[in-house]
């Protein structure tokens, strides 16, 4: 389901209003905020790793769609990690 999240994000929508959409959903209330941080971490991780892979062959557009991908999950840690004071 948190997969949703940066799809949207890619077609334009804030990371708040893409997480709104999934507001009423239960499963989404029970989220633990860590749990749902580090998974967003490593979800910006694989994309952004999977980005600057070389290109395979025959699949010319690939690398620019995780590049995409990487962008919006960013965006979505940004979302979550600006609040966080890692003075304390």
């Given at each position: 389901?948190?997969?949703?999240?940066?799809?949207?994000?890619?077609?334009?929508?804030?990371?708040?209003?893409?997480?709104?959409?999934?507001?009423?959903?239960?499963?989404?209330?029970?989220?633990?905020?860590?749990?749902?941080i580090s998974y967003v971490i490593a979800?910006?991780?694989?994309?952004?790793?999977?980005?600057?892979?070389?290109?395979?062959?025959?699949?010319?557009?690939?690398?620019?769609?995780?590049?995409?991908?990487?962008?919006?999950?960013?965006?979505?840690?940004?979302?979550?990690?600006?609040?966080?004071?890692?003075?304390?």
């Open positions: 389901m948190a997969d949703l999240v940066p799809h949207l994000i890619m077609v334009g929508h804030t990371s708040a209003a893409a997480e709104s959409y999934l507001a009423a959903v239960p499963a989404w209330q029970r989220v633990d905020t860590e749990v749902l979800y910006a991780g694989y994309w952004t790793r999977a980005s600057r892979q070389p290109a395979p062959e025959g699949v010319p557009h690939l690398r620019s769609y995780q590049r995409h991908a990487a962008t919006a999950a960013l965006a979505w840690v940004r979302h979550h990690t600006d609040a966080i004071s890692f003075l304390n």
